[in-house]
């Protein structure tokens, strides 16, 4: 199942790595738009993880997810439960800081010429 997730990043965690050399790194998201927003935990799996590092607290991302779930209990008596996770599978930034754009820009046209004139 897929869900696609719209808002701002809250916070990027430390990637975990385990034994057997699987990786992950929880990103925290805020929804946007919503009367109640909602603050999300999403997954970036193996080599995702290199990317999941690169974003920052107060970018507006939209990411689509695959949403997994699955039981478990600690004994056969027990009830079950069921946990649920959001994977990332694929994702954008939406916006840019105006520094960014202005230094884009500046890059994409280095022919400029500087004749010390302010405009």
Do not use: N, S
């Given at each position: 199942m897929e869900l696609i997730i719209e808002g701002v990043i809250k916070r990027v965690n430390a990637p975990q790595e385990f034994p057997s050399g699987f990786r992950k790194c929880?990103?925290?998201i805020e929804t946007t738009g919503d009367q109640y927003p909602e603050?999300?935990?999403v997954e970036f799996l193996k080599d995702?993880?290199?990317e999941a590092i690169q974003l920052a607290p107060g970018q507006k991302v939209?990411?689509?997810c695959n949403?997994?779930?699955?039981e478990?209990?600690?004994e056969d008596t027990d009830p079950f439960k069921v946990f649920m996770s959001l994977s990332m599978w694929k994702y954008e930034v939406i916006n840019e800081s105006i520094k960014e754009k202005v230094?884009?820009?500046a890059a994409a046209n280095p022919a400029a010429k500087?004749?010390?004139m302010p405009f």
């Open positions: 929880e990103i925290h603050t999300l935990a995702d993880v290199d939209k990411m689509r949403v997994k779930g699955r478990w209990r600690r230094m884009a820009k500087d004749d010390g």
